[in-house]
């Protein structure tokens, strides 16, 4: 998922949607209750992407975990929000890898920095993980230089293993990153993952939701997966003026916001079965500071047969409609997080991207 507070704002031209032909498949069973999507495992506690965070994503009731998905250079999936590895890992306090440091242009976005395509896995295993949000999450930031870069294999493994101990099921949500981007460079995102499918008995049987900001692979992906029942598929989609990575690529005029019409809904449902936008796509905040009525978006993408998500509830004030920062100076603000969820669970999302699973587990639970 990207951050809201950090992402360049990439403004695009609207257009038509392009036509495309239905694809059939059979859809998964609707969950009765919303799914809690534990993002990038339980971040708000422990650094993103590590065996602890997924741990404790799982102990604290997540119905799924995710693992965002990026090559190395020897082509192996490893577990990083993004190609740029510089704010999540100590890379550049490693001489040794000092004149690693480059520029790469990503979906319009020039970076500078450490990427993972730069390393191969055996590199990238000296490497540690650390909290991208220092102070703000102090609890998380004392882990910082503790736990190792996960391939996707390990957190397999590791779902596989936790979901033996638990009195339901536990599923993997893991997001294709920049597939366009990482296409450039030689590596086919899509052919990786299906070659982990085929090879983890796992991901045959337990929940899957495969996610991506781009279209173009997750109709690529619908008759690649059709064998696989348990396997569903998510557009995620963000700010209304931009553009996905593949059609910005392409100079194509497609904007998420076109997909939000009820027409454009109608045509991602011919391709995926979920749909979830920013939060604040569903609901802006007024300017007193509350939630506003929702959004016509998720009846219509319920009528068109999509399932709807929405990313990222965070539990620090900062992120928090300033209506429900009522936490004092506190850097956590629970009752906020957990207010601000069923809110939206009110609205009618059937799964919400949660940095701290247990106040999703908890707003859920609520009834």
């Known amino acids: 998922m990207p951050d809201r507070w950090t992402r360049r704002t990439m403004l695009a031209a609207g257009g038509a949607l392009s036509a495309l032909p239905a694809l059939a498949r059979s859809r998964p069973a609707v969950a009765r209750k919303a799914l809690v999507l534990g993002h990038r495992g339980a971040c708000a506690h422990r650094p993103e992407h590590t065996l602890a965070s997924?741990?404790?994503?799982?102990?604290?009731?997540?119905?799924?975990?995710?693992?965002?998905?990026?090559?190395?250079?020897?082509?192996?999936?490893?577990?990083?929000?993004?190609?740029?590895?510089t704010e999540t890992t100590d890379v550049a306090s490693r001489p040794e890898f000092a004149g690693?440091?480059?520029?790469?242009?990503?979906?319009?976005?020039?970076?500078?920095?450490?990427?993972?395509?730069?390393?191969?896995?055996?590199?990238?295993?000296?490497?540690?993980?650390?909290?991208?949000?220092?102070?703000?999450?102090?609890?998380?930031?004392?882990?910082?230089?503790?736990?190792?870069?996960?391939?996707?294999?390990?957190?397999?493994?590791f779902a596989q293993g936790a979901a033996k101990l638990r009195s339901r099921p536990l599923g993997?949500?893991?997001?294709?990153?920049?597939?366009?981007?990482?296409?450039?460079?030689?590596?086919?995102?899509e052919a990786k993952l299906l070659d982990r499918i085929r090879a983890h008995a796992f991901l045959r049987?337990?929940?899957?939701?495969?996610?991506?900001?781009?279209v173009s692979n997750l109709k690529r992906l619908r008759p690649m997966l059709a064998p696989y029942r348990n396997i569903a598929l998510m557009?995620?989609?963000?700010?209304?003026?931009?553009?996905p990575g593949d059609v910005l690529a392409a100079g194509g005029s497609l904007t998420y916001g076109a997909m939000l019409t009820p027409a454009g809904l109608a045509e991602v449902a011919r391709y995926a079965d979920w749909v979830a936008p920013w939060t604040r796509t569903l609901m802006a905040e007024g300017a007193d500071g509350a939630l506003q009525t929702p959004r016509p978006i998720i009846a219509d993408a319920h009528a068109a047969g999509l399932k709807v998500g929405c990313y990222t509830f965070r539990p620090e004030p900062k992120f928090l409609p300033p209506a429900l920062r009522q936490c004092g100076t506190a850097l956590r603000c629970e009752t906020?997080?957990?207010?601000e969820i069923r809110a939206y669970l009110a609205a009618?999302?059937?799964?919400?991207?949660?940095d701290d699973p247990a106040l999703g587990r908890r707003a859920v639970d609520m009834g």
Not at 121 to 129: D, I, M, N, P, V
Not at 336 to 339: D, E, K
């Open 348 to 354: 009618g999302v059937d799964g919400v991207f949660t």
């Open 235 to 243: 557009q995620l989609a963000d700010e209304e003026p931009m553009r």
């Open 172 to 189: 993997l949500i893991p997001e294709i990153k920049h597939s366009t981007h990482f296409r450039t460079l030689g590596h086919d995102m």
């Open 205 to 214: 049987s337990a929940p899957v939701i495969v996610q991506s900001f781009e």
């Open 54 to 85: 997924y741990q404790r994503a799982v102990a604290d009731g997540a119905d799924f975990i995710e693992p965002d998905l990026v090559p190395t250079r020897d082509g192996i999936l490893v577990s990083r929000h993004e190609p740029n590895i």
């Open 100 to 157: 690693r440091k480059s520029v790469q242009v990503i979906d319009g976005d020039r970076q500078e920095g450490w990427f993972v395509t730069d390393f191969t896995l055996a590199e990238l295993k000296t490497l540690r993980a650390k909290e991208r949000l220092g102070a703000l999450r102090p609890e998380s930031m004392a882990f910082d230089g503790q736990f190792p870069v996960l391939t996707f294999d390990e957190i397999v493994e």
């Open 336 to 339: 906020g997080s957990v207010a």
